[in-house]
């Protein structure tokens, strides 16, 4: 299981909007995860914006990233769909799809105009969602004795792990996440906080989204 980024967005709350020339382009992009939410999202900005002469797009699916499409709905080939598409894969993102629309202002742009415009905004547009790492960590339920229950919850703390709504019975249970390359120095963490008065059971290793700070 490999970790990858997305955005987090899944609906069209991001839009941005670029101006050169008299042209207005428009930037809305949300996550999905299947061809057919793509071409659902696209539909969706073509209806909103009929009376746009372009609604130009690129998604990108898969852990692997592997799914691409671009299209430039009209534009000159090559000058709107793709370089959306180079903007998504330069930010390393997948499972996203990005629409622009553009409003003609009646002074043409040229290949190289058209390129760098809807390249710009794509890259505004990306730049406004939230991105988020898909990280791959191990479940693992930690059973202690309610007496030990404090200093448990200490040490995950200061260690950074975080856990989900505990188990009670004879024992309380905690859900933690942890990151694979820190599951050995936290098993003997717990076994010296309790003096191995604790135990535990590992559960599936899975995706966790977690924010990616935001470049300065």
């Known amino acids: 299981m490999e970790e990858y980024r997305t955005i987090a967005e899944t609906d069209d709350s991001v839009e941005t909007l670029y101006e050169i020339q008299k042209s207005k382009f428009i ?12 071409r659902a999202f696209i539909l ?17 699916l898969g852990p692997d990233a592997r799914l691409q499409k671009s299209n430039d709905d009209g534009e000159p080939g ?11 894969k330069k930010n390393g993102l997948t499972d996203i799809v990005v629409v622009v629309t553009r409003y003609f202002g009646g002074i043409k742009l040229g ?7 809807y390249s710009h905004s794509a890259v505004l547009g990306i730049e406004a969602a939230h991105q988020i790492a898909m990280t791959p960590y191990q479940e693992l339920r930690v059973t202690v004795d309610y007496s030990l229950l404090a200093g448990v919850e200490n040490y995950l703390r200061k260690a950074g792990i975080t856990w989900g709504e505990p188990s009670y019975a004879e024992n309380v249970t905690l859900p933690l996440h942890v990151e694979p390359a ?5 098993l003997t963490g717990l076994t010296d906080l309790t003096s191995a008065k604790f135990t535990y059971e590992k559960g599936d290793e899975v995706l966790v989204p977690v924010p990616v700070p935001i470049k300065k």
């Open 27 to 38: 930037t809305h992009l949300r996550h999905v995860e299947s061809e057919d939410e793509s």
């Open 44 to 60: 969706a900005m073509k209806k909103r914006y009929y009376d746009a002469r372009h609604n130009c797009s690129a998604w990108v």
């Open 78 to 88: 090559g000058t709107a769909g793709n370089p959306i598409l180079e903007a998504i």
């Open 111 to 117: 290949a190289g105009g058209l390129i760098r415009a």
């Open 182 to 186: 820190k599951l050995d120095t936290v």
